[in-house]
């Protein structure tokens, strides 16, 4: 049941409140919510899921869902509502205002009364829930840099109701070339000297133009939204006496669900080097980005998380959640502190690149409803990270801080992996420092720009790990884990098309060794999972195309190493090029001291498949899970954005790099105490330890 009461608490925390604050819910574009429900409560979810079997953790998770479920039916919405015209509709299709991304405002509506929920101050352009920059121009004739700041013009109506207790006067700070109208209960605001005790309606009719943008309303030179209500529609009594006495209950459950839930893991830790080295690391990453504005230092000093392997481990932490602990949280740390700047202010990517078509198509999905045609009828981009980029938009709002939180959680998905495989092999200190070998390797090599960059590669990759996690979990008969697997492979699939071989080499992991009865159950609910989502994918494509296929109206034409025409020489050729480029990340390819690792991992791989002395006791499934993640390459050529088409090969080849090493050094720098002496010892004929 730790699944049902975490869903219920992700609900109960992202619910969007009735009343701002702190932790009102969706978007998270506040530092608090997204630092604590964005980034804690998923890492406390991974560390300490039994607390949610305690009964405080579901008192308080039932409160807070009480409390969300009745502010929505008793209460009007905090906020004022922001609607935005501009000269000419910014997408296709579109038939009136432009949406922002906020579930407080009438998101599913074509024309919304309200684009967004103001409930703070926007103090220049990038605060204003202005995303839809974005989206193209209706009349694709049109210059693009026509509808973009400082060219654009927009036409933005704020309209609400203020309660003010005591006469004061109201305030709205914009740019002074800016034309503005404040209407306060019918008349001009200029024409109030001061408004009365009471509750007013309040128009703002502006126009945004230029490239500095501002709105902070102010009551008696405070900010009118910490200082007064301020509300959609008119506020009743009830809501009233609320904000007056009660307005802290949401934050204060929030408070004490994530602070109770943080003691209990610490407690449970009981570990204090463990607990130090956590605490230290992540706040070295947080000073030297937040502190000293050094993010590449920070960026290097990821590598000097490898000195976890010296830190005393007990034997219980010597396991994955260890390993998120020790390198998981100050990774996380570095990548939360990284995008916070980023946090409830919007960026304009540069049109035309395929970072900027997933964002359009995600728009199409979300706020348009084609949730089952993804923007297009056929998927020239790769088709799945459109949705996850409209889902973490939904969360997060018009900021891209989610996409850097879910590009981070990949990467470490892929860097537990290379743990989980290292460690049953050579111990836990090697594990240590195969967990950081991957993360090293994507920052300081050429595809260190893609994160939070808004591509499909990192979060294909990530899936892809998190299912092979699960795979190794269900070999010994657990079918659940199995499920889960397949459903996460698919995903891998949907995401990146041309890892669907990755995706098949998950199933080796589900491979009991020896065989046992009902062996084959395992892996065949992962291959089954695939098969129907390949049937489902062709399905899809027959349903707006005629055609039963799953590449059709793909790059398959465009990017596949075998041409019409071409010679088995050119052929080989091209297909060679294909893996060294992917081996060598860099396009094209190229020899780079950064790459080592994944040269070294392929090195390893072919000589353990030869059955080379030291080497052959690699564990196998990794080896041929290695030569799934390259069968891809073999078959379509990459291009573009260099090093994105390597993301995949990085976790098994950092492992495999430090399998071979341990292999190497075993007798000299391993001892027996270091490895696990329950299950099967690491040897030739071992599928995996």
């Known amino acids: 049941m730790t699944w049902l009461w975490g869903t219920l608490a992700a609900a109960a925390l992202l619910w969007p409140d009735r009343i701002s604050g702190a932790f009102d819910g969706v978007p998270l574009d506040r530092i608090p919510e997204a630092l604590v429900v964005g980034a ?59 949406h922002a991304w906020d579930l407080r ?5 074509p024309d919304p009364t309200c684009s967004a929920v103001v409930t703070r101050p926007y103090s220049d352009l990038r605060d204003f829930p202005a995303w839809f920059f974005n989206l193209p121009p209706a009349n694709e004739s049109w210059p693009v840099a026509a509808d973009l700041p400082p060219e654009a013009t927009v036409v933005m109506t ?39 005790s009471g509750v007013h309606a309040v128009e703002v009719r502006t126009t945004l133009m230029g490239g500095w943008w501002r709105f902070v309303p102010r009551w008696n030179d405070h900010d009118l939204w ?34 109770a839930w943080t003691a209990v893991t610490l407690v449970d830790i009981a570990d204090g080097p463990v607990i130090a080295w956590t605490v230290a690391a992540s706040a070295a990453m947080a000073v030297l980005v937040a502190g000293f504005d050094r993010a590449d230092l920070a960026r290097d000093a990821v590598a000097a998380l490898a000195a ?38 919007f960026v304009i990517y540069e049109a035309g690149n395929d970072f900027w078509m997933f964002q359009r198509f995600a728009y199409r999905i979300v706020m348009q409803g084609y949730w089952l045609e993804g923007g297009s009828p056929t998927f020239w981009f790769q088709p799945l990270y459109r949705w996850i980029v409209g889902l973490l938009h939904l969360i997060f709002g018009d900021s891209s801080a989610g996409e850097w939180y879910w590009d981070g959680a990949c990467l470490l998905a892929g860097s537990l ?84 071989p990755m995706a098949c080499g998950v199933a080796l992991f589900a491979l ?28 899809r494509t027959w349903h707006y195309t005629g055609h039963f296929s799953v590449f059709y109206g793909t790059q398959r034409g465009q990017r596949a190493v075998w041409q019409a025409g071409m010679s088995i020489g050119t052929v080989a050729q091209r297909a060679l090029g294909s893996v060294m480029m992917v081996l060598t990340v860099n396009d094209p390819a190229r020899f780079d001291p950064y790459a080592l690792p994944v040269l070294t991992g392929a ?30 390459s073999l078959v379509a050529l990459g291009g573009a954005y260099a090093g994105r088409f390597s993301v995949h090969v990085i976790p098994i080849t950092c492992a495999l790099t430090v399998c071979g090493a341990a292999a190497i050094t075993r007798r000299s720098s391993t001892s027996a105490a270091d490895v696990p002496t329950t299950g099967p010892r690491a040897h030739s004929n071992v599928l995996l330890p």
């Not at 607390?51 to 807070?64: G, H, K, N, P, S």
């Not at 709205?172 to 019918?186: H, K, L, N, S, Y």
């Not at 209500?229 to 006495?245: E, G, H, K, N, Y």
């Open 512 to 539: 009991q060794v020896p065989p046992r009865r009902g062996w084959w159950r395992e892996p065949a609910i992962i291959v089954g999972a695939l098969a129907l989502s390949v049937v489902g994918f062709a399905w």
């Open 40 to 98: 804690a409560f998923p890492l406390l979810l991974a560390l300490a899921p039994n607390f949610l079997r305690t009964r405080t953790a579901r008192a308080l998770v039932v409160l807070l869902l009480a409390w969300r479920a009745a502010a929505s039916m008793l209460l009007v919405q905090d906020g004022w509502c922001v609607r935005f015209q501009p000269e000419r509709p910014y997408v296709k299709d579109a038939t009136g205002a432009p």
């Open 105 to 109: 405002a009438d998101w599913r509506s």
């Open 226 to 259: 910490s200082s007064r209500i301020a509300t959609v529609t008119r506020p009743s009594r009830l809501d009233v006496f609320v904000r007056r006495w009660l307005a802290w209950i949401p934050a204060a459950l929030v408070i004490l669900l994530i602070g």
């Open 308 to 345: 976890a392997a010296f830190v005393p481990t007990s034997r219980r932490w010597q396991s994955t959640r260890g390993a998120l602990l020790l390198i998981g949280v100050p990774w996380m740390t570095l990548i939360v502190v990284s995008a916070a700047s980023a946090i409830g202010r």
């Open 158 to 196: 704020v309209h609400g109701f203020l309660d003010a207790p005591r006469a004061g006067r109201l305030q709205i700070e914009q740019r002074p070339d800016a034309p503005t109208q404040v209407i306060v209960d019918g008349r001009r605001a200029s024409d109030v000297e001061a408004l009365p």
């Open 417 to 500: 992996f290379a743990f989980r495989i290292v460690r049953p092999f050579a111990g836990f200190r090697w594990a240590l420092v195969a967990a950081v070998l991957p993360l090293t390797t994507f920052l300081w090599g050429t595809a260190q720009y893609l994160i939070g960059r808004g591509l499909s590669e990192i979060s294909s990759a990530g899936l892809m790990y998190a299912a092979a996690l699960c795979a190794i979990r269900a070999r010994n008969g657990y079918w659940p884990a199995a499920a889960l697997a397949g459903a996460l492979a698919t995903l891998a699939f949907y995401t990146r098309l041309n890892n669907l």
């Open 603 to 632: 090195v390893v791989a072919l000589l353990a498949a030869v059955r080379v002395p030291r080497l052959r006791e690699v564990p196998a499934a990794a080896v041929l899970f290695f030569f799934s993640t390259i069968a891809g």
